[in-house]
């Protein structure tokens, strides 16, 4: 696996590149295809609408939940396309990110003039 400050940037460069071609306006849908296909270019593995049961004491329930993106098994990535990130969406990634038993994700809000305002990292116990 590669190293995932490498992942990361490859993530960050391939989303402005994306939204700069494209802009604002678009559904999640179409960010979330361009996004995977320029990672892959890259030669990145990338999982679109990854399922993510819960366990429960002993019991996995399958409730839907699905990752919009999965990159070399490491980073999760979660498209908006809303007026503004709220403290929900952060909380949905986190939540993904544990249990993923994954430590970092990335908040894309596509909707935005220019996507570095769209971006939020964030880390699960990042342990590096």
Same mark, same amino acid.
């Given at each position: 696996?590669?190293? &995932?400050?490498?992942?990361? *940037?490859? &993530?960050?460069?391939?989303?402005?590149?994306?939204?700069?071609?494209?802009?604002?306006? +678009? $559904?999640?849908?179409? =960010?979330?295809?361009?996004?995977? =296909? /320029?990672?892959?270019?890259?030669?990145?593995?990338?999982?679109?609408?990854?399922? $993510?049961?819960? *366990? =429960?004491?002993?019991?996995? &329930? /399958?409730?839907? #939940?699905?990752? /919009?993106?999965?990159?070399?098994?490491?980073?999760?990535?979660?498209?908006? *396309?809303?007026?503004?990130?709220?403290?929900?969406?952060?909380?949905? @990634? +986190?939540? =993904?990110?544990?249990?993923?038993?994954?430590? +970092?994700? #990335?908040? @894309?809000?596509?909707?935005?003039?220019? @996507?570095? /305002?769209? &971006?939020?990292?964030?880390?699960?116990?990042?342990?590096?």
């Amino acid at each position: 696996m590669r190293d &995932i400050e490498e992942i990361a *940037t490859h &993530i960050v460069h391939c989303a402005m590149n994306v939204h700069k071609a494209l802009g604002p306006g +678009l $559904l999640e849908s179409v =960010y979330q295809q361009c996004l995977a =296909y /320029d990672l892959r270019k890259l030669g990145l593995s990338v999982a679109c609408e990854v399922p $993510l049961p819960v *366990t =429960y004491d002993e019991v996995r &329930i /399958d409730l839907g #939940f699905r990752v /919009d993106l999965v990159v070399e098994k490491a980073v999760i990535i979660e498209n908006k *396309t809303v007026e503004k990130l709220l403290p929900i969406h952060q909380a949905q @990634l +986190l939540t =993904y990110l544990r249990l993923a038993k994954l430590e +970092l994700g #990335f908040l @894309l809000n596509w909707n935005v003039p220019l @996507l570095k /305002d769209g &971006i939020k990292r964030m880390v699960n116990n990042l342990s590096r």
